[in-house]
């Protein structure tokens, strides 16, 4: 099929931040019901230990819910709305799409990934004999060894990395957590009895990720449809799916200004793009918006690296810095942590980019109101009711933003 004109910038930007929840306020209510809402239209909502600021899964939901509680996600795996697996990476996932975890929990059992964490198949059987037995468990309940030096079979490490193993596998769930620590099930004993646990075909799986993408972004590209899966036999069911929509006219192909092509209902471009307000939203590096380098390159002309994993020595904006929405551009970032022992939010070092906003001028004062109520709201967020700004590039917006 011929590829159509180029698109224009901002209505492929305004599109991607509307399927992700962005440009409104409240898109999906309030409530832990529009928590559930969140984490249906994104597909997923990646987990992160790092608690520098609230952790990535709170952080992400938050921002697309306004009074969004981090008891939310309890409730929701209570319900069996959600689960708790792996996507591209640790993440709390729809219900709905349990079966399309049926092919990871299968290549992990049968040792078909770079993942093992446990080849003991007795202490596996023991630990299923253990929860089946004595009820959900977690890794610390083996952490104590038994009188005597010794702790046989329940020592911590390979208990830890068996139980790791079972959940990766499918044999266990997790319904629910203490802290940051996970209590693991019997699959039977959390999975709703009403789920759908048919093994999807490749062609299904295909269709799904098309799908999960269509629905989040508002388009889709062949490589964030693959993003960090493996496999060739996924790449070729992705590429007949795709032929498969244009053939029947569900799907069209554009080419955005940079030249990649990308694809959509054949309609959606011509529609009027979303509204956008100026608001300044802190978003996690973890975001869905923009977990994926080469896509924000793309849509956003945006170059975002999560600097933690670095060494410091090649850091260039910090650890934790977090990517700055204005409106529907992305115009800067933010290193910020949050001292919550005595509530004070640190922003390290805040950047601002967009050469549209040098510090002077309406623009600026604009933008300079708008971050000081995000940073206030993201505080409190953050459990911390007073703002330290340290640094800034450049220099001029540490006076304009301590301005009353």
């Not at 992700?20 to 309030?30: I, M, T, V």
């Not at 099930?185 to 009403?194: S, T, Y």
């Not at 307000?277 to 975002?304: C, E, G, H, K, M």
């Not at 990517?323 to 022992?341: E, I, Q, T």
Request: charge should be positive; glycine fraction near 6%.
């Amino acid at each position: 099929m011929k590829t159509q004109p180029r698109l224009n910038p901002g209505k492929l930007r305004r599109i991607a931040l509307e399927h992700q929840g962005l440009l409104k306020k409240a898109p999906f209510g309030r409530g832990c019901n529009a928590t559930q809402k969140a984490v249906e239209q994104l597909g997923y909502i990646q987990i992160d230990t790092i608690s520098v600021v609230a952790r990535a899964h709170h952080h992400v939901l938050h921002t697309r819910v306004p009074n969004y509680q981090p008891d939310h996600i309890d409730k929701l795996l209570q319900r069996g709305s959600i689960f708790e697996y792996w996507y591209h990476a640790a993440a709390y996932l729809p219900m709905r799409d349990y079966r399309f975890s049926l092919p990871h929990m299968q290549a992990m059992e049968r040792g078909e990934t770079r993942w093992i964490r446990c080849r003991d198949k007795k202490l596996m059987r023991d630990l299923l004999r253990h929860v089946r037995d004595e009820g959900p468990t977690r890794a610390r309940d083996f952490e104590n060894p038994a009188p005597g030096g010794t702790s046989g079979w329940w020592n911590w490490k390979p208990a830890k990395q068996a139980l790791d193993q079972l959940f990766m596998q499918g044999d266990l769930m997790v319904s629910g957590r203490e802290g940051f620590q996970k209590i693991y099930d019997l699959r039977e004993r959390v999975l709703p009895g009403n789920v759908d646990t048919r093994m999807p075909d490749m062609a299904e799986m295909a269709n799904h990720l098309l799908d999960n993408t269509l629905r989040c972004h508002g388009f889709a590209t062949r490589k964030s449809m693959t993003y960090l899966r493996q496999g060739n036999a996924l790449r070729e069911a992705l590429k007949t799916a795709l032929a498969q929509r244009q053939e029947a006219g569900l799907l069209a192909s554009f080419t955005t200004a940079s030249g990649e092509t990308v694809f959509a209902e054949p309609d959606i471009f011509d529609r009027r793009a979303p509204a956008t307000q100026p608001r300044v939203r802190f978003l996690s590096p973890f975001d869905n918006s923009l977990i994926q380098r080469a896509r924000n390159q793309t849509v956003f002309d945006y170059d975002y690296q999560i600097e933690c994993y670095l060494p410091e020595s090649k850091r260039r904006y910090g650890y934790f810095c977090l990517p700055l929405l204005y409106g529907d551009r992305f115009v800067g970032r933010a290193d910020c942590k949050a001292h919550r022992s005595n509530g004070v939010f640190e922003v390290k070092a805040l950047f601002v980019e967009d050469p549209a906003l040098t510090p002077d001028g309406e623009p600026a004062r604009q933008f300079a109101a708008s971050l000081q109520a995000a940073l206030q709201e993201f505080a409190q967020f953050n459990a911390c009711d007073d703002i330290e700004i340290t640094a800034t590039t450049p220099g001029a917006w540490r006076n304009l933003l301590s301005r009353p």
